[in-house]
Structure formats: structure tokens, C-alpha cells
Nanobody, 113 residues
Framework: VQLQASGGGLVQPGGSLTLSCAAS????????GGWYRQAPGKERELVAG???????KYADSVKGRFSISKDNAKNMVYLQMNSLKPEDTAVYYC????????WGQGTLVTVSS
């Protein structure tokens, strides 16, 4: 399976971005979807996950600011990020939730003034 994350970029603190993830086949319907990130010098961490039933889980650091959603028909998972902070700077990856061994290239999000 191929996973392609997109939508990253440079944004000022307090700004917003929406990330999109396209899967090459239908994996999010049964497996759920997740967004993960890896900042320089740090391990990859879960940012947000959405189960097959639509229930969600968020890292404490992004609760109330980020929102995950998915479109099973389009094999897509999205991450709406609001009130971005410099500490949100990282490469963001999508995968199933829990994560499988298939990782795409990720998309870089830089929050800086």
C-alpha cells in the first residue's frame, strides 16, 4: 500500500493548515487512520488517530487545536490544524491507526514567524 501525505508548508504561529493523506487502496475503512509526526532529534509520535467507527484520539499537546477526519469512499484521511505553535514543527506522516509497517514520505510543517 502507498500513502501520500500532502498539505504541509510554512505557516506563522497561530495559523492553520489542513493535511491530506491518500492511500492507494481502501485501508482506512477497517483499520482506521492516523497522523504521526517526527520533529528533529525526536522520535515519531502519534498526533491523532481515528478508529474505523469514527472515534478519535489525540495527543494531549494538540487537543482542542487539531481535528482528524476520514473519507472511506476516497481512501483519504485529513488533519485540520489550527492555532499552530512552533513546537508543532515536524514532518507529518499518515498511516493506519495503529500504525502499519507502511510509511509514506511525509509532509513538512514549519511553524515560524
Amino acid at each position: 500500500v502507498q500513502l501520500q501525505a500532502s498539505g504541509g508548508g510554512l505557516v506563522q504561529p497561530g495559523g492553520s493548515l489542513t493535511l491530506s493523506c491518500a492511500a492507494s487502496r481502501s485501508i482506512f475503512r477497517l483499520n482506521g487512520g492516523g497522523w504521526y509526526r517526527q520533529a528533529p532529534g525526536k522520535e515519531r509520535e502519534l498526533v491523532a488517530g481515528i478508529h474505523s467507527d469514527g472515534s478519535t484520539k489525540y495527543a494531549d499537546s494538540v487537543k482542542g487545536r487539531f481535528s482528524i477526519s476520514k473519507d472511506n469512499a476516497k481512501n483519504m484521511v485529513y488533519l485540520q490544524m489550527n492555532s499552530l505553535k512552533p513546537e508543532d514543527t515536524a514532518v507529518y506522516y499518515c498511516n493506519t491507526y495503529p500504525a502499519s509497517k507502511y510509511w509514506g514520505q511525509g509532509t513538512l510543517v514549519t511553524v515560524s514567524s
